[in-house]
């Protein structure tokens, strides 16, 4: 589905993709468990997880602020772009939440930021 053109929609479709993805592992966490060091599942993460970067870091690589950035420092800005929004949907029923805090206040707010800094100058 990407790109679309517009960093923060894409942002935003990656965020629900991630929290789809999320909530349907939550409903099989127990089978999860159970079936995570069988090799087949062990494989097929692997290959999942190497597909998914290679997407994920292709996208990257062409925002204006990652151009020309090696393999590992696109690797580094995609878990730093990611890591806050993966983070919020291991916590997003945390009780230390402020009032009037919901998931469309941090995915918008998430996505602005990310957006801002992908689209910004080029790195020096």
Known sequence: MLPVGDTRAELVLI???YAKA?????????LITEVQHLPQIIELQNRVERELTRLLT???ADKR???????????????SV????LFFLTKQDS?????????????NKWADFWAA???GPPRR
């Open 15 to 17: 965020a629900k993709g």
């Open 22 to 30: 999320h909530s349907r592992q939550a409903a099989m966490a127990e």
């Open 58 to 60: 292709g996208w990257l």
């Open 82 to 85: 990611l890591g806050g929004w």
């Open 95 to 107: 009780k230390a939440a402020p009032r009037g805090f919901t998931k469309e206040n941090m995915l």
């Open 117 to 119: 800094v992908l689209d």
């Open 65 to 79: 602020h990652a151009r020309g950035m090696s393999a590992a420092d696109l690797m580094a800005l995609l878990l």
